[in-house]
């Protein structure tokens, strides 16, 4: 029986990763394995979360090892939903490593193809395709742009809010690449929603190539600050650190980090220096 206390553990690891709270995620999940290590089954499943949590960790090979050590030692017993969530993970990391190619082939083994139709509950495994392609600017434009908002649309429509935002920020990458200008606007808008939906990792693993590659900003916002982002700006200007406006402002780790990638994004920087020497310019400070 201890052992199927493990994946609530893990859970709670996850909730904490959410948050932008690593090393607590860390603790949760590693006892959530610890816990479950009895049960394959069960270990399994809580290997799925250690393997998100190094993926934020940006431990990609370390997730490789972990997918590659479970369908060794249980391919035989792992259920077609666990395989397949390992095949996401798996293409997911190589994408990640600029390993295109071999992300294209490792979906092409569960179905996914430029040549196959949308398949009902493997949207995630879509949107990475997607992603390789968008990278490569291989595929027809409007191809893309058309299957995005099909997978954003079913999204909003089941309530699926994170498959919703990693659908708004591969369509902010794709029309950013493209200087979509007009899209790009709409889409920034909808992102508001991200703080209410609290998936704060998921914006700092799935974002922060965008968000590094903004033009750097002279005269004008690419979009205006909200009244709790000139907060945290002033409180930057102060010195204090993220954690320091976190414990400030009650506000979790995670949340301070969204907050400030986005304050970034809109100024079009990279780091608090460049933030605050643009804030000065527009009078903002």
């Known amino acids: 029986m201890i052992s199927r206390v493990g994946p609530l553990w893990s859970l709670k690891g996850e909730i904490e990763r959410e948050k932008g709270n690593l090393n607590e995620a860390e603790h949760y999940i590693e006892k959530g394995l610890y816990l479950s290590k009895p ?10 979360y250690k393997i998100s949590l190094l993926y934020s960790q940006k431990k990609f090979q370390q997730g490789l090892d972990l997918i590659t050590e479970i369908n060794v030692t249980n391919s035989q017993f792992l259920p077609p939903i666990f395989s397949y969530f390992l095949t996401l993970w798996e293409a997911k990391i190589c994408l990640k490593l600029q390993q295109t190619d071999k992300t294209k082939d490792i979906l092409k083994k569960i179905g996914i193809t430029t040549h196959s139709q949308l398949i009902d509950g493997m949207e995630e495994g ?21 299957h995005l908002n099909v997978i954003t649309k079913k999204a909003l429509n089941e309530g699926n809010k994170p498959l919703y935002l990693k659908t708004l920020l591969l369509l902010y990458r794709f029309h950013n690449k493209n200087k979509n200008l007009d899209k790009l606007k709409g889409i920034l808008e909808k992102k508001r929603l991200a703080v209410d939906c609290g998936y704060y990792q998921t914006l700092i693993d799935e974002n922060t190539d965008i968000l590094d590659k903004t033009p750097i900003a002279t005269t004008d916002l690419i979009e205006d ?3 709790r982002e000139i907060e945290i700006l002033q ?8 954690q320091d406006i976190a414990d400030k402002l009650f506000l979790s780790l995670g949340t301070v980090k969204w907050y400030t990638n986005n304050i970034y994004s809109k100024l079009g920087v990279k780091n608090r220096t460049a933030a605050l020497a643009v804030a000065r310019k527009l009078n903002l400070l």
């Open 39 to 48: 049960e394959n089954l069960y270990y399994t499943w809580n290997s799925l």
């Open 126 to 146: 879509y949107l990475i395709l997607f992603k390789a392609y968008i990278e490569e600017k291989q595929w027809n434009i409007h191809d893309i742009d058309y």
């Open 225 to 227: 600050l909200s009244k």
């Open 235 to 242: 409180l930057i200007n102060k010195g204090l650190t993220n």
